[in-house]
C-alpha cells in the first residue's frame, strides 16, 4: 500500500487559499490532475493497480476516541500542521522493490515552488493474515 500525507494547509493551497502553505493555481490542479491520471492509467495497464483514493481534506473528517470507557467524536479540523493521510493506492506488485520503485514516481508531482518539497510517501506491505502482524 502507498500512502500519501497532506495538512489542513495543504488542501487549502490546493483550493487556492492563500495561507502559510503554497498556493496553487488552476494550471497547478490542472498538471497534478493529468499526472496523477497518467500514473494510474499505467498502474491498470501493469495490472499492479488494484484501488486507489484520493482523501477529503480533514476539515471532513471526525476522530473517535475511547475515555474512560465511551467513545469521544472529535469534528476536524485538525491542527494545521498536522498531517493526515491524504489518499492511498493499493497494488499487487511483485516484490516491495516494486512497489517502491512505483511509489518513488510520486516525488515527480508537479506542484507550485515549495509545495512538493516536504512532500512524501510511505510503502507499506498489507497483512494477508495475523501471522503477518508479527515483527
Same mark, same amino acid.
Given at each position: 500500500m502507498i500512502l500519501t500525507f497532506a495538512s489542513q494547509q495543504d488542501y487549502d493551497g490546493m483550493a487556492g487559499k492563500p495561507g502559510k502553505s503554497s498556493t496553487w493555481t488552476p494550471e497547478d490542479m490542472q498538471a497534478l490532475g493529468e499526472y496523477m491520471t497518467k500514473f494510474n492509467e499505467e498502474l491498470a495497464a501493469s495490472?499492479?493497480?488494484? %484501488?486507489?483514493?484520493?482523501?477529503?481534506?480533514?476539515?471532513?473528517? @471526525?476522530r473517535i476516541r475511547q475515555r474512560d470507557g465511551v467513545p469521544v467524536v472529535t469534528d476536524g479540523p485538525y491542527a494545521e500542521t498536522q %498531517?493526515?493521510?491524504?489518499?492511498?493506492?493499493?497494488? %499487487?506488485?511483485?516484490?516491495?522493490? @516494486?512497489?517502491? %520503485?512505483?511509489?518513488?514516481?510520486?516525488?515527480?508531482?508537479?506542484?507550485?515552488?515549495?509545495?512538493?518539497?516536504?512532500?512524501?510517501?510511505?510503502?507499506?506491505?498489507?497483512?494477508?493474515?495475523?501471522?503477518?502482524?508479527?515483527?
Amino acid at each position: 500500500m502507498i500512502l500519501t500525507f497532506a495538512s489542513q494547509q495543504d488542501y487549502d493551497g490546493m483550493a487556492g487559499k492563500p495561507g502559510k502553505s503554497s498556493t496553487w493555481t488552476p494550471e497547478d490542479m490542472q498538471a497534478l490532475g493529468e499526472y496523477m491520471t497518467k500514473f494510474n492509467e499505467e498502474l491498470a495497464a501493469s495490472g499492479e493497480l488494484v %484501488e486507489t483514493r484520493g482523501l477529503v481534506a480533514p476539515v471532513h473528517s @471526525r476522530r473517535i476516541r475511547q475515555r474512560d470507557g465511551v467513545p469521544v467524536v472529535t469534528d476536524g479540523p485538525y491542527a494545521e500542521t498536522q %498531517e493526515v493521510l491524504a489518499g492511498y493506492w493499493i497494488l %499487487e506488485c511483485d516484490s516491495f522493490d @516494486r512497489a517502491t %520503485e512505483i511509489a518513488s514516481r510520486l516525488n515527480d508531482c508537479p506542484g507550485p515552488a515549495g509545495a512538493v518539497d516536504s512532500y512524501y510517501v510511505d510503502v507499506r506491505p498489507i497483512a494477508e493474515s495475523q501471522d503477518d502482524m508479527a515483527l
